[in-house]
């Protein structure tokens, strides 16, 4: 816990990890500019909006950029928008923008902070993040050009399950969904100082 506040990372990756390069493969989160699993995962969906509800969600510019302007700012939950641009607005006075993830974590009014993404502030966030909430989806995606900053290795290494669920398209919690995914908690290993 840092800033008194509990911050976790939700994302969602197909499980297979795509070869970069030689000896490394990464969790592909998304592809020119959006997830390649647009509208097949309702679950996922709707666990992010619970999940989320009434917190803070820190994103990128980018993946504010990526979220059609009618479902923006998403409702019901404090948007906080990071930047380096110090010009930039999203036109709306109740999103916040942050220009640090510091800055984002003193705006934060609640408890919990949801780290939505995308890889780059993934990547800022996960030095200091407690939880990881993952949308792990049993497909492949070919051409993905954005990745989770752990590696498979790391996340299987430095974290553990506190909760798995398996979802079967179709089936019971997943009646509108086409492929088949699992809700992974994963808590660290050793917990953070401070
Ligand atoms: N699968 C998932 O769960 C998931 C979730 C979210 C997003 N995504 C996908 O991820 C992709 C976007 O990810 P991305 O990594 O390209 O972009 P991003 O992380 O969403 O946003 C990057 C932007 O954040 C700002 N930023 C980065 N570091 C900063 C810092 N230290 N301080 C202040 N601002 C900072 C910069 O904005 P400025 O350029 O304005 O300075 C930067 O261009 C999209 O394809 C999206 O669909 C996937």
Request: aromatic residues 12%.
């Amino acid at each position: 816990m840092l800033y008194g506040k509990t911050i976790s990372i939700i994302f969602a990756s197909s499980v297979f990890a795509s070869p970069i390069c030689e000896n490394r493969s990464l969790l592909v989160i998304g592809k020119d500019g959006d997830i390649p699993w647009r509208g097949k995962i309702p679950s996922d969906m709707e666990r992010f909006v619970g999940l989320t509800e009434y917190d803070s969600v820190v994103m990128g510019r980018k993946t504010w950029d990526s979220i059609p302007p009618k479902f923006r700012p998403l409702a019901n939950r404090q948007n906080i928008v990071l930047t380096n641009n110090p010009r930039f607005t999203t036109g709306n006075s109740w999103v916040v923008v942050a220009h640090s993830l510091e800055e984002a974590m003193r705006s934060s009014m609640s408890e919990t902070v949801w780290i939505m993404g995308g890889a780059q502030i993934y990547a800022l966030a996960l030095p200091m993040t407690d939880e990881i909430h993952w949308t792990m989806i049993y497909e492949k995606f070919k051409g993905g050009d954005t990745f989770f900053p752990g590696s498979p290795n790391y996340i299987m290494g430095d974290w553990k399950s506190s909760y798995f669920q398996f979802f079967k398209a179709g089936e019971i919690g997943a009646e509108r969904d086409q492929v088949n995914s699992a809700y992974n908690v994963l808590r660290r290993r050793t917990a953070l100082c401070g």
